[in-house]
């Protein structure tokens, strides 16, 4: 307990609050919205996916940009399908699809989904709202 005492009892306290704070907020992978002091919105998701069973006939006509629309079919199961014009491109799975699906029926909210790229019948989408 001995140090070179010029007054440095009183230094120590504010040198660790600033920093762990600084950590915290730049840490964490949060849903990347900036400030405005409301809570983020929990249907403002954004996912990156492969489409399943995959219509090669619908998926052979998209291009990298198009928009599909993400819609819910009720019916067991329940299941997000992304479609073109009324038909279906293929559905989407992923780990927010019960969080859409809640947005969807719950909230009335609307998505799309953006054609990223083709390989053959693999067709990759950025799903996100409308």
Same mark, same amino acid.
């Given at each position: 307990?001995?140090?070179?005492?010029?007054?440095?009892?009183?230094?120590?306290?504010?040198?660790?609050?600033?920093?762990?704070?600084?950590?915290?907020?730049?840490?964490?992978?949060?849903?990347?919205?900036?400030?405005?002091?409301?809570?983020?919105?929990?249907?403002?998701?954004?996912?990156?996916?492969? +489409?399943?069973?995959?219509?090669?006939?619908?998926?052979?006509? +998209?291009?990298?940009?198009?928009?599909?629309?993400?819609? +819910?079919?009720?019916?067991?199961?329940?299941?997000?399908?992304?479609?073109?014009?009324?038909?279906?491109?293929?559905?989407?799975?992923?780990?927010?699809?019960?969080?859409?699906?809640?947005?969807?029926?719950?909230?009335?909210?609307?998505?799309?989904?953006?054609?990223?790229?083709?390989?053959?019948?693999?067709?990759?989408?950025?799903?996100?709202?409308?």
């Amino acid at each position: 307990m001995s140090g070179g005492g010029d007054g440095g009892g009183e230094d120590w306290r504010p040198t660790s609050p600033p920093e762990q704070p600084k950590k915290k907020p730049s840490g964490t992978g949060g849903s990347g919205g900036g400030g405005g002091g409301t809570p983020g919105d929990a249907c403002d998701i954004t996912e990156f996916t492969t +489409l399943n069973s995959p219509n090669r006939q619908v998926v052979s006509t +998209l291009r990298v940009g198009d928009l599909l629309d993400v819609e +819910l079919r009720i019916g067991p199961p329940r299941q997000l399908v992304a479609q073109q014009n009324g038909t279906i491109a293929g559905s989407i799975t992923s780990p927010k699809s019960t969080q859409i699906i809640q947005c969807i029926s719950r909230q009335h909210r609307a998505y799309v989904a953006e054609v990223k790229s083709i390989r053959g019948g693999v067709c990759q989408v950025e799903v996100r709202p409308r």
